[in-house]
């Protein structure tokens, strides 16, 4: 049991300051997570979903909440008093931001790069221009690369288990998926949807490494 | 695995921040750590127990036991 959550208790004040916090980031993502979705359906030129495919609004909606989470974590590491509101606690340090602002800010511009991937990978193909939509997705996943590397750099024990683990639960998930798949789609009994490929590796990353952190109290 | 980080850190009067700058992990990791989270490599749990001055094995307990032979 982590150190804040011993002074929890039903209706204590760490837990009014958790779902406070956790109120304070639902609506934050929220509206973040609808503009960012508005203005793709924009850049899009649709204002109707049913146009795209299951997907592309996979896709779109990856980009949503990218997009979101990423930019919350930018603007934190920006900002001491936005840093605060979402980390206070009872051990909490004054210069612990100093040290936390950098990582916040390569794991948002990492989330934000991949938002642009995947709303690049939504426009759909007859409809994108392909001389401006490739070299975007090939910087996105420069920038990932170079967010990632600058992460783990930076990244001290626990964070470096936390990102193995993932990247371990996660390449055993894309080689079951993937493998499964393959045949499936060989035999006719599925499709092989490019964009399904690039969804399915990316959420078998994010989610068991979402649930790590969870799980490692970070 | 059980530890006495929390206790023997409180003893010694200093904070998570504190115990984390002079081990050279963030604080999130001694967390973890205390709440039984994380079990640290064995450098860091080395370098904690040299720092709040005791063995390893006060500061971390593990309850296996080997099977009796025979």
Redesign the interface.
């Known amino acids: 049991m982590s150190e804040s959550s011993t002074m929890d208790g039903p209706g204590g004040p760490d837990r009014r300051r958790r779902l406070a916090r956790l109120a304070y980031g639902a609506f934050v993502g929220g509206v973040m997570g609808f503009t960012l979705t508005a203005l793709a359906l924009q850049w899009l030129g649709t204002a109707a979903p049913a146009t795209l495919t299951l997907f592309q609004g996979i896709a779109l909606i990856i980009t949503a909440a990218t997009g979101a989470i990423g930019g919350i974590m930018v603007a934190m590491s920006f900002s001491r008093r936005l840093y605060n509101i979402e980390n206070q606690s009872d051990e909490s340090d004054p210069e612990e931001y100093g040290d936390a602002a950098p990582l916040l800010r390569f794991a948002g511009t990492g989330l934000l790069a991949t938002a642009v991937q995947f709303a690049a990978l939504a426009l759909p193909p007859e409809r994108g221009a392909g001389d401006i939509v490739l070299p975007l997705i090939m910087a996105a996943l420069l920038v990932q690369l170079w967010a990632n590397w600058q992460l783990w750099q930076r990244s001290d024990e626990l964070r470096r288990a936390v990102t193995l683990e993932g990247a371990a639960i996660a390449l055993a998930a894309i080689i079951l998926i993937i493998s499964l798949w393959a045949p499936l789609a060989i035999y006719g009994h599925v499709g092989f949807d490019p964009l399904a490929v690039v969804i399915v590796i990316t959420l078998a990353n994010l989610v068991p490494s979402l649930w790590i952190t969870h799980r490692r109290g970070l | 695995m059980q530890n006495q980080l929390?206790a023997l850190r409180v003893a010694k009067g200093w904070?998570?921040?504190e115990l984390?700058?002079r081990t050279?992990?963030?604080?999130?990791?001694i967390?973890?750590v205390?709440?039984?989270?994380?079990d640290?490599?064995l450098p860091?749990a080395m370098r904690c127990a040299r720092l709040l001055g005791v063995p390893v094995e006060t500061l971390f307990t593990d309850i296996w036991e080997p099977e009796e032979e025979g």
Request: glycine share 14%.
């Open positions: 929390k904070s998570q921040g984390a700058r050279g992990v963030t604080r999130q990791t967390n973890a205390e709440g039984d989270k994380y640290p490599s860091l």
